[in-house]
Structures are given as structure tokens and as C-alpha cells.
């Protein structure tokens, strides 16, 4: 069956510009989750959303980034005025339980 | 979430056992046990998970110590597309905070 689906694959931005990143979860999946990576490093928690509710956005970075759910599907990441260090892939999950996270292959985000 | 300790790097031969340690000794009577992987430029895939008692997938198996302080992820014959970065994740909520994992290398 499908997976998790993310688009664009790869994003370059010039600094300043908005951005948004799209996260198509697994049919079924009341919640969805937003990482990111930068390069050589871990997977930084941004977000997460139970149904089209985020009850947690404590690991968001600034208020430049916000997010968002519709229909209990498909979630937007949007980051204003981009800056060079928010360069990384942004990775999202979803799952119907909280034991088992299905990954999307990612958005590579570069901003020159 | 309760902190894991994990090896940075181990390395294994193909066709051999590999033994991957997390220790967690802060860890909590709710929290689950989580182990994710993720190969060079994918995004992390799930390989198992328990609370008390050991489990096995087709995947892996994860060996709980009895005081639950540290866990083991077994890979019973590794394979050259094992090679990735393993997670271990202490979680009882929904929220899975990834640590920098054990990267793992697997020889010809």
C-alpha cells in the first residue's frame, strides 16, 4: 500500500522567501508527526497532530514556522522568511498507534 | 522522555549475530522501549518495540534486561543493507525524541 508522502522532494529557496512543505500521511492515520535533520545531525521534533489538533508544538523553532492539519490528513509545515540554518530535511511520520511510526521519505530544504 | 545511552559506531561481519546495547537506566514503569533505523538518506523505519518482556519480529529481537535498565537489539544475521543508524527511544507518550543512535557498519 502507499506509503507516506512528502513533496516536493527537494526545495532551494533564497533567504527570505516563505516555503511549504507537504505531508500526505498513510490513509487511516489520526496522527502525524514533523522532524527535521540537518546534515550529519539527529531528528530534531517539531511538531505532532492527534486528528487535525496539535497538542504539542513545543519543539517548533521560532514563530517562523507554524503548521498545519486538514480533514485529519494532509499537514502543511510553513516557514516564513527562511533563514540559511532552517537548510535540512524535513521528515514526516504518521501512525495510527503511538507504537509504530511510518516515516516519509522527506523534503531536502536548501536556502541560499 | 527518560535519556538512552548508546555506542556511536559498531561494526559487524555479514552472516554475523549483531548485538546493538541501550542502556536507560532512568527509565520509567510506563515507558516503552523503541528501536528505529535509518539507512543513508532515508527516513527512519521502524524495527521494534516492547515494554517488559522480550519480542521478536522479522526484523530483529529485543532482549529486555529483568530491571528493564538496559535493552538489546538483536540482529540474528546482519546483512550489508543493515547498515544504517539505530535508535533507541525511550517513549510513553506520543512524542519520540530520537537521540544520535549507533551507527552501525556491516562488512563483506
Known amino acids: 500500500g502507499a506509503g507516506v508522502s512528502q513533496s516536493p522532494s527537494n526545495k532551494v529557496t533564497e533567504k527570505g522567501k516563505d516555503v511549504e512543505l507537504r505531508c500526505d500521511p498513510i490513509s487511516g492515520h489520526t496522527a502525524l508527526y514533523w522532524y527535521r535533520q540537518s546534515l550529519g545531525q539527529g531528528l530534531e521534533f517539531l511538531i505532532y497532530?492527534?486528528?487535525?489538533?496539535?497538542?504539542?508544538k513545543s519543539g517548533l523553532p521560532s514563530d517562523r514556522f507554524s503548521a498545519e492539519r486538514t480533514g485529519g490528513s494532509v499537514s502543511t509545515l510553513t516557514i516564513q522568511r527562511t533563514q540559511q540554518e532552517d537548510s535540512a530535511v524535513y521528515l514526516c511520520?504518521?501512525?495510527?498507534?503511538?507504537?509504530?511510526?511510518?516515516f516519509g521519505p522527506g523534503t531536502r530544504l536548501t536556502v541560499l | 522522555d527518560a535519556k538512552t545511552t548508546q555506542p556511536n559506531s559498531m561494526e559487524s561481519n555479514e552472516e554475523e549475530p549483531v548485538h546493538l546495547p541501550c542502556n536507560h537506566s532512568t527509565i520509567s514503569g510506563t515507558d516503552y522501549i523503541h528501536w528505529y533505523r535509518q539507512l543513508p538518506s532515508q527516513g527512519p523505519e521502524y524495527v521494534i518495540h516492547g515494554l517488559t518482556s522480550n519480542v521478536n519480529n522479522r526484523m530483529a529481537s529485543l532482549a529486555i534486561a529483568e530491571d528493564r535498565k538496559s535493552s538489546t537489539l538483536i540482529l540474528h544475521r546482519a546483512t550489508l543493507r543493515d547498515a544504517a543508524v539505530y535508535y533507541c527511544?525511550?517513549?510513553?507518550?506520543?512524542?519520540?525524541?530520537f537521540g544520535t543512535g549507533t551507527r552501525l557498519q556491516v562488512f563483506p
Open positions: 497532530f492527534q486528528g487535525n489538533s496539535a497538542p504539542d
Open positions: 527511544i525511550l517513549s510513553n507518550t506520543d512524542k519520540l525524541i
Open positions: 511520520a504518521s501512525s495510527l498507534s503511538a507504537l509504530e511510526r511510518f
